[in-house]
């Protein structure tokens, strides 16, 4: 029903305009959803003793994310219209988007993994086609196969999760999953094969490399595939199939989240690009979210997913709006903006304080909700070693007031310090820009969240999932508070460190993940790669043409033996019978005289031998 | 309405064939249009076998036979060959991907312009056999038609193929050679061992007439079979594939009865002969290591040749292994299947993995032909339902997207005769049509959901992990292809098509976009991978009583 082909070659008004249409069908449909989950299937595949229906299934977790994608993806199409009114394949672009919220509709309203699974793939093409969409610029193409590659490791674990589910339930529905998945879960090895698929879509450790590449891509997409809704489909994900996590499974989860945390935000630490700052930071905070699902926190996880979907949305845009005055990316040459760019300035502001978890923007009530989800789950394990993982999630809190406020600082205060653009010149985007951005930093602010700006215990939106906000202790909120000013005291103060110290360089390379893996996956596939093809034209080719070149040598010496031996023997029969003819004819020679001479002789011969 | 659908599917090429031989040279235009006429027809002929086929029947349908030879051979019981031809749920989408590939290969033969007449009379004579082969019913039919494709084929890559053409077809030749004489050998074993159960009964006199043969007929024939009361001069031998199917018309204490007593080589013989038609089908398909003809083949071959040579011949080993390797010697299958599945795990890695060493195009494609033919032998070997019908709609689907492949590679070497993925950057910006197909044509090889890839690989893989022979961890090993596909068929992407425009040719060739011809050969076939994609039900409706009926042989005691 909210499947929207994509409309190719039509202008970003018709897209903003289904996409309007889809935002106020959503608001209808959470206005008329019933009670119990609506559910919609079509036979696709019928084979003896298994079915696979195309089904779809709406409930309150689907229509949430309808109105969140639906409104963000609106937002963006009316920026992109302004952001990209030059831009020569515009049309082209906004099918790609449509595609791309077509695809995402599918993951949120899919109500059987194999069907999720199609529209995850698809999601995935429309990133690479987004990301890839200058693809004159190698750097932007390479970016995009980068993206749909590591996408793709991550996905064949997940196909083999599926495959692996219906191996065991003979069933993929989401519906009845939950009923058939046995208590504790399912085996491990298929829960994190499942999970695999989400640590590529959300960019978790180990498959986080490719989201700082995909900036190539126009700033609006990053802000609507990059930062809110696609990555978040990662975690979407875990929340849909919760039941079937083992809690060794889940435990793996925690660990993977937090580590992601971790990493994201020391390497957002010293990045010079403001775009990748951002990308790190999404990353960081999608750790959160996946280390609160491994906490069983599915609702504290999904809550700060729709917080951080504004705030980070409102970032991008922002900093879209900035890259537009200044035409670069490098926040070297920025400084001192926040005269020449108010408005941008103040939207930047509250989307960063949000996303620093500062009181009174919605970032503080989700990172409680985490934050305190954590602390109560440490509290389940025998031994103390978990309170680890809360203390680390702390940690990265603080970590993103640090880079948070050093970029606020590089952006917008100290001197102006690019060359390519004069001050003077510098001017706030059109309405088309503005207009979204403000509303973006106006949705990061608690009120819309819970009446209460330092509690989110009251928030509608447990209310909705029917679930409770974990208790938090009372002393969490305060400590984290006093983490996040020192992290922004420091991140305002910090004196940019020369860029040759490792623990720099280390965080501008992210961790030289990406040189691990080109040494330790991409060379030696290469390597084998080739490797074989040699063995296949050397070795099996070799075998092949052996026999080939054997067999006619040997039909050449089967030829010499022919001509010497066997047509030998046949000549030389010849030849013999010849002579021994010639013999015989020569006593026939018709002579009288020799006749008589024979028969004479042959008497005596007979004669002698009677004697 | 008996249009007889089937003969006429063989024998209409075939009399077109000999038209165009018949017709004078100096007008080649003649010829492309008897070929596009007869491929059409093809096309209509197997549409109307599609519509008068009943999905829900397991049994071989639209049924024709005549008696060919009848030969009594005194205590070596009685020889006869049957022109028996017939389809079901696992040849008929094979014969339907045919007409379709065959078509799209008349098109694409449009550019020909050398020997027009030749070729034009090989490319039919291979159309009527290379359909004989996917429906003759008789093992000796069949494998006359096998051998006589043979020919066309060799002569098609021999003479209008590329510079190494010579060798190529040699070697393609002599390793489908090899193949077949394996494939005679067992033949001529299976006629020994097998009886015909009607004819038998007619010539030990139980019955008069073969119309008034009953099952119970059947079955007291095969009794009396078993217990040695039937004289060697009263039983009629058989070349029919569904008496050979049938276990209880083995002749007992012959050389490939069911108890397997008979020992050669120290292995018994039916394992021996389930081997041997393995290999001799293993080379068609082809399985590592018997593949290496395939890349030079391709390389050598014109572009229409290897469309169905990939499309369509590939799919005759497919088809080998299910009607006769595992048809007839379901013992074998069962017996193997790990290191069968082995082979085809090895086949997908290997493939994928050589294919991202390929710097020409065309062998890159050779190359993914073998990763995604791996799955077909996976699903084979899985013996599950899921893996069965995947395997048959996998080999469907590659037929269709490996015929637009190659199409795609013909359309660079068309315009430069350079197919060498580092001779061209940035081809988006002179031809975005051709960019634009080659990429939908890349996704949907590479599994991309809603193309038909993703729905072969998808059971195939799920196949492999339902079964009951095979381990998880090929499964999971296999899952590993779709990686390394993803892998080759984007870096191409990457390097030929995007970034800054850029060709090696540049100065002495235009690049043009698609032409029209291209055009219209591209996007039916393209439109026919997504319907199949997102309707997968249009082939398991045909495959599903057939396959189910095939694996009542495997079930598990």
Known sequence: MLLRLPAPHRAGRLAAGLTLTGLLASLWLTWLLPGAPVHLRHEWVTLPGMKVAVSFQLDRLAVLMLLLVHGVALLVQVYSISYLRDERRLSRYFAYLQLFVGAMLGIILAGNLIILYAFWELVGLASYLLIGFWYERPAAALAAQKAFLMNRVGDAAFLFGIIYTYHLLGTTELAAL?????????????????????????????????????????????????????????????????????????????????????????????????????????????????????????????????????????????????????????????????????????????????????????????????????????????????????????????????????????????????????????????????????????????????????????????????????????????????????????????????????????????????????????????????????????????????????????????????????????????????????????????????????????????????? | MNIPILTLLIFVPLAGALLVTALPADRPERFRWVALVVAVAEVLLSLMAYTAFDGQLADYQLLEQADWITLPLGNFGIASIDYLVGVDGISLPLVLLSAVVLLAGVVSSWSIRHREKAYFSLYLLLTGTVMGCFMALDFFLFFLFFEFMLLPMYFLIGLWGGLRREYASIKFFLYTLLGSLLILLVMIALYMSVMDPVSTAVASGMVADPAAVTSDIIRLVQLR????????????????????????????????SLSGETILLGLPTRMLAFWAVFIGFAIKLPIVPLHTWLPDAHVEAPTPVSVVLAGVLLKIGGYGFLRIAWGLFPDGGAEFAR?????????????????????????????????????????????????????????????????????????????????????????????????????????????????????????????????????????????????????????????????????????????????????????????????????????FNLTNASVARWLEKFVVG
């Open chain 1, 178 to 611: 939950g009923m058939a998945v046995p208590a504790g879960g399912m085996p491990t090895v298929v829960g994190l094969c499942l999970f695999m698929g989400c640590v590529a879509k959300s960019a978790q450790f180990p498959l986080l490399t490719w989201l700082p590449d995909a900036m190539e891509g126009p700033t609006p997409v990053s802000a609507l595939l990059h930062a809110a809704t696609m990555v978040a489909a990662g975690i979407f994900l875990l929340a849909r199939i919760h039941p079937v996590f083992s809690p060794d499974a889940l435990l793996a989860i925690v660990v993977i989240g937090t580590v992601t945390a971790l990493w994201g935000g020391y390497s957002a630490l010293f990045q010079s690009d403001i775009k990748k700052v951002l990308a790190f930071s999404t990353v960081s905070q999608l750790g959160l979210m996946v280390a609160a699902m491994g906490t069983g926190n599915v609702s504290g996880a999904m809550f700060h997913l729709l917080t951080h979907a504004f705030f980070k949305a409102g970032l991008f845009l922002s900093a879209g709006a900035v890259l537009h005055a200044v035409h670069t990316q490098d926040m070297q040459q920025m400084g001192g903006l926040r005269k020449a760019l108010p408005i941008t300035f103040w939207a930047y502001t509250i989307c960063a304080a949000a996303l620093a978890g500062l009181p009174f923007f919605s970032g503080f009530l989700s990172k409680e909700a985490i934050l305190a989800g954590a602390f109560g789950w440490a509290a389940g394990p025998p031994t103390n070693l978990a309170y680890c993982i809360p203390l680390l999630l702390l940690l990265s809190s603080g970590l993103t007031a640090l880079y948070m406020a050093r970029q606020w600082r590089l952006i917008f205060f100290g001197n102006y310090r690019n060359e390519g653009v004069a001050y003077r010149h510098l001017h706030e985007p059109d309405a088309l820009m503005r207009v979204p951005v403000l509303l973006l930093a106006g949705l990061s602010v608690a009120f819309w969240f819970s009446l209460n700006p330092l509690s989110a215990h009251n928030s509608w939106f447990f209310y909705w999932l029917s679930a409770k906000e974990p208790a938090a202790p009372w002393w969490l909120a305060v400590v984290s508070v006093a983490l996040v000013l020192l992290g922004g005291w420091l991140g305002f103060r910090l004196v940019e460190p020369r860029p040759e110290k490792v623990w720099v360089r280390a965080s501008v390379a992210y961790g030289f993940l990406d040189e691990f893996y080109q040494r330790s996956i991409i060379n030696p596939v290469r390597f084998v790669s080739t490797l074989l093809y040699r063995t296949d034209r050397q070795v099996i080719d070799g075998v092949v043409d052996g026999t080939g070149m054997g067999s006619v040598v040997l039909a050449h010496i089967m030829h010499w033996v022919d001509r010497w031996f066997v047509d030998g023997l046949v000549n030389g029969s010849v030849w013999l019978t010849g002579r021994l003819g010639r013999l015989a004819r020569s006593v026939q020679n018709g002579r009288v005289q020799s006749y008589i001479a024979t028969a004479v002789a042959g008497l005596l011969l007979f004669l002698w031998w009677l004697l």
């Open chain 2, 225 to 256: 079979l078993a217990n040695f009361q039937l004289s060697s001069a009263e039983i009629v031998h058989t070349f029919d594939l569904r008496y050979m199917a049938d276990g209880s018309n083995y002749l007992p204490s012959s050389f490939l």
């Open chain 2, 339 to 539: 290191p069968l599945a082995v082979l085809g795990v090895l086949s997908i890695l290997y493939g994928g993995l050589n294919a991202l060493a390929q710097a020409d195009v065309k062998k890159l494609i050779a190359y993914s032909s073998v990763s995604h033919m791996g799955f077909v032998l996976l699903g084979i070997a899985s013996l599950t339902s899921e893996g069965i019908n995947g395997a048959i709609y996998q080999m469907v689907s590659h037929g269709v997207l490996s015929a637009m492949l190659f199409l795609i590679a013909g359309v660079i070497y068309d315009r430069t005769h350079d197919r060498r993925i580092d001779s061209y950057r940035g081809l988006i910006a002179p031809m975005p049509q051709y960019a634009t197909l080659t990429a939908i044509a890349f996704f949907g090889s590479l599994g991309l959901p809603g193309f038909s890839g993703f729905v072969g690989e998808l059971f195939t893989l799920m196949g492999s992990l339902q079964s009951f022979w095979l381990p998880g961890w090929m499964t999971a090993v296999a899952t590993l292809g779709i990686v390394l596909a993803a892998a080759y068929f984007l870096w191409t992407l990457q390097r030929m098509f995007f970034g800054p425009y850029w060709s090696r040719h540049e100065a002495t060739h235009s690049l043009s976009d698609l032409t029209n011809r291209e055009r219209w050969l591209l996007i039916p076939l393209g439109v026919l991978a997504l319907l199949m994609g997102l309707f997968p039900n249009l082939i």
